[in-house]
Nanobody, 115 residues
Framework: QVQLVESGGGLVQAGGSLRLTCAASGITVSTKTMGWYRQAPGKQRELVATISGAGTTDYVDSVKGRFTISRDNAKNTVYLQMNSLKPEDTAVYYC?????????WGQGTQVTVSS
């Protein structure tokens, strides 16, 4: 049974930082590509960052240099460190992985960045 649980969202001022956590069960994050997505009100869900089982990372251009995706294999957990936050980063952030052809999502965690 795959379960992804996000936490760490909240309200932060522009320029501040948050670290999002995705606690995974039913999968092993060290062997899977994990992703963070976000969805702002009225907008399509956007892929923000990925980390592969081999540790390769990728980011959407708008967060490069500000966000870092990482994992703790011992804790089977994926993180998204978000620095220099901007109001346009405001969204619900979701953890994602794929098993076979099925995408799995967490419940989301709200990030709100005030100007």
């Amino acid at each position: 049974q795959v379960q992804l649980v996000e936490s760490g969202g909240g309200l932060v001022q522009a320029g501040g930082s948050l670290r999002l956590t995705c606690a995974a069960s039913g999968i092993t994050v060290s062997t899977k590509t994990m992703g963070w997505y976000r969805q702002a009100p009225g907008k399509q869900r956007e892929l923000v960052a990925t980390i592969s089982g081999a540790g390769t990372t990728d980011y959407v251009d708008s967060v490069k240099g500000r966000f870092t995706i990482s994992r703790d294999n011992a804790k089977n957990t994926v993180y998204l460190q978000m620095n220099s936050l901007k109001p346009e980063d405001t969204a619900v952030y979701y953890c994602n992985t794929n098993l076979y052809t099925v995408d799995y999502w967490g419940q989301g965690t709200q990030v709100t960045v005030s100007s």
